[in-house]
C-alpha cells in the first residue's frame, strides 16, 4: 500500500481566491488521481496526473478552473482558481499500489468556500 | 459510461446487527474495490475483489463479474462500522479510471 498526505487538510476561503493542495506519497508512482466529493455526494474523478506530461482531465473539468502539476514522481498539487461557493468540496488524492491497480487515497481536503 | 448503483442508499443498524450491501454495475470491469469513508472523511480500502470472495475479519465481500454485482457483507457490526460505503469499478476499456457508485450510508447504533 501507499502511504498519502494531502496539505492543508481543510480550508475557508473566500470567493474569487484560489488555493493549492499538495498531495505527497510515500514512494514513487506513475500516475496519481485528483478526485472530488461534493457535499452528500460520491466522488468524481477530476484528472489524472502524469509526471512529465499534461494532466488528462475528465469532462466538466477544464484546466483554467483546475491546475494541476506533477513536478516529480511522489508529489503533485490542484489548484481551484477563482473558487466561487460551488467549489466548496473535499478533494482527494490517489495513486495506484501494491502490485495492482487497487487505488489508495489520501485523507482529503475540506474546502468551504464562502 | 458505465453505471454503479449501490443499495440501500441509507441503513441504520442495531450494533451486532448484519447486513448485506449491494452493488451493480452496467457494463463489464476489469475490477472493483470496495471502501470505507468514515465521519472525518477518510477513504480505507476494504477489498480489491475483481471476481470471487473474500474474508476480513467480520467483512466479506462477493463479486459476480459475470452478472454484474458485487456485495459487501457486514457481520456482527459495531458503532465504528457506520460511515459510508463506496464500491468502484475500472471499466473494461476504461483505463486506470475508478467510476465510483452511489454509496450506502450506514448508521450503527447501541
Known amino acids: 500500500s501507499a502511504v498519502i498526505s494531502q496539505k492543508p487538510s481543510r480550508d475557508i476561503c473566500q470567493r474569487g481566491t484560489s488555493l493549492t493542495i499538495q498531495c505527497q506519497v510515500d514512494s514513487q508512482v506513475t500516475m496519481m488521481f485528483w478526485y472530488r466529493q461534493q457535499p452528500g455526494q460520491s466522488l468524481t474523478l477530476i484528472a489524472t496526473a502524469n509526471q512529465g506530461s499534461e494532466a488528462t482531465y475528465e469532462s466538466g473539468f477544464v484546466i483554467d478552473k483546475f491546475p494541476i502539476s506533477r513536478p516529480n514522481l511522489t508529489f503533485s498539487t490542484l489548484t481551484v482558481s477563482n473558487m466561487s461557493p460551488e467549489d466548496s468540496s473535499i478533494y482527494l488524492c490517489?495513486?495506484?499500489?501494491?502490485?495492482?491497480?487497487?487505488?489508495?487515497f489520501g485523507p482529503g481536503t475540506r474546502l468551504t468556500v464562502l | 459510461g458505465i453505471q454503479v448503483e449501490q443499495s440501500p442508499p441509507d441503513l441504520i443498524l442495531q450494533e451486532g446487527a448484519n447486513s448485506t450491501l449491494r452493488c451493480n454495475f452496467s457494463d463489464s470491469v476489469n475490477n472493483l474495490q470496495w471502501f470505507h469513508q468514515n465521519p472525518w472523511g477518510q477513504l480505507i480500502n476494504l477489498f480489491y475483489i475483481p471476481s470471487g470472495t473474500k474474508q476480513n475479519g467480520r467483512l466479506s465481500a462477493t463479486t459476480v463479474a459475470t452478472e454484474r454485482y458485487s456485495l459487501l457483507y457486514i457481520s456482527s457490526s459495531q458503532t465504528t462500522d457506520s460511515g459510508v460505503y463506496f464500491c468502484?469499478?475500472?471499466?473494461?476499456?476504461?483505463?486506470?479510471?475508478?467510476?465510483f457508485g452511489t454509496g450506502t450510508q450506514l448508521k450503527v447504533e447501541l
Open positions: 468502484a469499478v475500472h471499466p473494461t476499456g476504461g483505463g486506470n479510471k475508478l467510476t
Open positions: 490517489s495513486v495506484e499500489g501494491g502490485g495492482t491497480d487497487t487505488q489508495y
